[in-house]
């Protein structure tokens, strides 16, 4: 017998998120350590009816924990995708996957605009704790942040591990609301709630002390003990700024942000969290970027979303703890705490 808190968040995933209907197919991708979960995605899928097709990554090559040859994103899945109307994909990252599997994977599904649920490091205790939030909730703080934040020309960050940082905006570039709705043209990372985009500019000091997303989250979980912070200036990290007492988080840190491409090292998004429904951070990037707070991420803007006029392969969130939030001098957050 299925777990029923696991079925639960597997069922507000497919009903209440994606809304699969009875005549549709959906395609899940997962790999084997995450295929559990994804069964019990297949379940509620075919509990409504639709037709679904389940793909395991391993069977389509070697997946190396160290990023040796990433496997790449195969033609059979591009064409199982192009016959869906919904996918999940819902697997542990690896390093390298992110531009050679993911990143393609996210083009397909824009490409026949589809409605996908994103679920890179999902895990069981994600299923019963951000997918059992209270949407509701969710999705009325998530606009009423968008209200605020949507036309602001300069947004003050400030932390006490150290964070002081000053992001500009520009009006032309949009803020976009994730709050667990799924349509062709806004697919979205569950667990979900927050609401971002990619600043103009951005100049300061940033103290990442919770986690990192791509294979960072896996590797090192939470950073609280051992944060690692650098400096922005113009929108770009300094490499020379960097610096962390966790020599293989730093090495790691150093080798992602300015070796990956030219952009690599460029702001590309800030977020706000808007999962009230979230008590305390994991160590699992893709729940804690969803927690009431900041984070930040250097690489990809997302600029079929944002309006972004650069990309990048990388793409690294970090998450800044309690911090105070004050746009166009209004406090919206205080070390944490919605005031809004």
């Not at 994804?38 to 090559?61: K, S, W």
Request: aromatic share 8%; proline share 5%.
């Amino acid at each position: 017998m299925s777990d029923p808190i696991i079925q639960a968040g597997a069922h507000q995933a497919v009903v209440n998120c994606v809304r699969v209907q009875a005549d549709e197919t959906a395609v899940i991708i997962t790999d084997r350590q995450t295929q559990g979960l994804a069964q019990a995605l297949a379940q509620e899928i075919e509990t409504v009816g639709a037709r679904v097709n389940l793909y395991v990554m391993e069977d389509f090559g070697t997946r190396s924990p160290e990023g040796k040859d990433p496997l790449d994103f195969p033609e059979m899945l591009v064409e199982a995708l192009a016959d869906a109307q919904v996918s999940f994909y819902i697997a542990q990252s690896c390093p390298g996957e992110l531009s050679s599997f993911r990143m393609p994977m996210i083009e397909v599904i824009e490409r026949y605009q589809l409605r996908h649920a994103h679920m890179p490091g999902f895990t069981a205790q994600m299923m019963g704790e951000g997918m059992a939030a209270d949407y509701a909730q969710i999705q009325d703080l998530s606009y009423r942040v968008h209200a605020i934040v949507n036309q602001a020309r300069q947004i003050h960050v400030t932390t006490a591990a150290g964070t002081d940082l000053l992001a500009q905006f520009d009006p032309n570039l949009k803020w976009i609301i994730s709050d667990g709705r799924i349509t062709p043209s806004h697919w979205t990372n569950l667990p979900d709630g927050e609401v971002f985009t990619a600043p103009a500019t951005a100049n300061g000091r940033v103290v990442v002390d919770g986690d990192f997303g791509d294979f960072f989250t896996e590797k090192y979980g939470l950073i609280e003990e051992t944060p690692l912070s650098y400096t922005l200036e113009g929108g770009r990290a300094l490499k020379d700024s960097v610096e962390c007492s966790n020599e293989s988080l730093k090495k790691d840190f150093l080798v992602y942000t300015f070796g990956t491409d030219e952009n690599s090292h460029r702001l590309g998004e800030f977020a706000i969290g808007t999962n009230i429904g979230l008590k305390k951070l994991i160590g699992n990037l893709l729940q804690d970027e969803k927690y009431p707070g900041i984070h930040l991420a250097l690489g990809n803007p997302y600029p079929t979303k944002t309006g972004a006029d650069w990309a990048s392969q990388a793409h690294n969130d970090g998450i800044l703890k309690n911090p105070t939030i004050k746009v166009d001098g209004q406090i919206i957050m205080e070390e944490g705490k919605f005031l809004i």
